[in-house]
């Protein structure tokens, strides 16, 4: 896995906020320029969640499944 561009999805999830869903991160990282697919954006994040990083939880909206994102660890940490 490129652990650069897996860490670099921290940076978009916002630890002030309580949870962000899934779909704000896969935006929030192609907008600043870091082009990964969705799926791709998926593996990483499963891969933090079992580094104790973030947190995801399973939710449903609707007829849709989604994921929300809580951050466990602060980026200070993490330097």
Request: overall charge positive; proline content about 3%; some cysteine.
């Amino acid at each position: 896995m490129n652990t650069p561009a897996k860490l670099e999805l921290l940076k978009f999830i916002d630890p002030s906020r309580e949870w962000l869903g899934t779909g704000a991160v896969d935006a929030l990282a192609n907008a600043k320029g870091l082009h990964l697919s969705s799926r791709m954006i998926q593996d990483y994040l499963l891969h933090l969640e079992r580094m104790k990083l973030i947190e995801l939880e399973r939710i449903r909206k609707g007829q849709w499944h989604s994921q929300r994102i809580r951050m466990i660890v602060g980026l200070d940490c993490l330097r």
